[in-house]
């Protein structure tokens, strides 16, 4: 199997699985007990914390919590006023505003350009007095297009509101813009575990929680944290920041081969403002399900694993201006650290001439 579907999840790390088996297999104390196994547990929770913090800005706390998901939805549900947000947005966001907005909250949802891209006059036009929230994702799910976060951070803050960054795809993959309020992350996009994320909150910022309880994250996030996903999500993060500039250098070169190689295909989103580790690429005519039914070895995505099986485009293909047709007639491709270059280059070779036989056979 040639897995290609880096942006629905990435292959554990190895220093991951290391880091993590000691929690699954004999110590198993409650990090927030007071005994001595329990202050074991905790320093790793500790420690692991400190780690993911190293690729985050100064001045902000992180909290563990079980996943980007939820991360999104406490920082949206606990926060006031409206909300501006894009049109491109994983679902997390997209249908935490409309949840919000049935209860009374007014949310706006941008519009972006062709190239997948925000107009910031437009955004600045949005971010009217009394603005609560502005969420904007730094690396987009589906087309890799990366948004002006900073310019947007800036915006947010002249209009006296906080900013929201989904980094879920661009933590450890790209910097992390200085100027963000509340950042949510997920450790299965680095090479940890699923089942486990985290919402950066800058210092001075307060929202309410989501989850009540025990108390536990400083009273702000309520439920026992797992020592072993903790320390797994921790040594990803560690891995991606000793590895940050190689594994940059690796997806830039494997993207350069990519492009090359799928002459005829076209690019959805920006060529320039992107992250290279993602291509999502339309070919006139095609059949993806054939496609993915005749090439069942790779693994390869039609857009975003959240959305899969639901029958409808792709909500971000539409926002850039595609057609129900050309929506579905898209792939993503995603590679990363462990893809080979060799790999790579014989599933896009399989990849087109399946695609360009299907041409053939219409």
Known sequence: MTYLDYQATT????????????????????????????????????????????????????????????????????????????????????????????????????????????????????MTPGTGLVAAMLVNNEIGVIQPVAELAALTHAAGALFLCDAVQGYGRVPIPEGCDLIALSAH??????????????????????????GQEGGVRSGTLSPALCAGFGAAARLAREQFEADRAHVTHLYALATARMAGWMLNGSATERYRGNLNLRFPGL??????????????????????????????????????????????IGFGRYT????????????DIAARAQRIAA
């Open 11 to 126: 292959p554990l790390a190895p220093e991951a699985l290391a880091a993590m088996l000691p929690w699954l297999e004999s110590q198993h104390a409650n990090p927030h007990s007071a005994h001595a196994p329990g202050r074991a547990a905790k320093a790793v929770v500790e420690t692991a914390r400190a780690q993911v913090a190293a690729l985050l800005p100064q001045g902000g706390q992180v909290v563990f919590t079980s996943g980007a998901t939820e991360a999104l939805n406490w920082a949206i549900k606990g926060s006031f006023g409206p909300v501006v947000t894009l049109a491109t947005e994983h679902a997390a966001v997209l249908d935490t505003a409309a949840a919000v907005e049935r209860r009374g909250r007014a949310v706006t949802v941008l519009p972006v350009g062709s190239d997948g891209v925000v107009d910031l006059d437009r955004a600045r036009d949005a």
């Open 189 to 214: 996009k680095i090479h940890g575990p699923k089942g486990i994320g985290a919402l950066w909150i800058r210092d001075g910022v307060a929202i309410e929680p989501l989850l009540h309880g025990g």
């Open 287 to 332: 059949d993806v399900a054939r496609l993915m039914s005749e090439l069942r070895d790779i693994a390869f995505s039609a857009g975003s694993a959240c959305a899969s099986g639901s029958g409808r485009p792709s909500h971000v293909l539409r926002a850039i201006g595609l057609s129900d047709a050309e929506a579905r007639s898209s792939i993503r």
């Open 340 to 351: 080979g270059e060799e790999e790579l280059m014989a599933a896009l070779d399989r990849i």
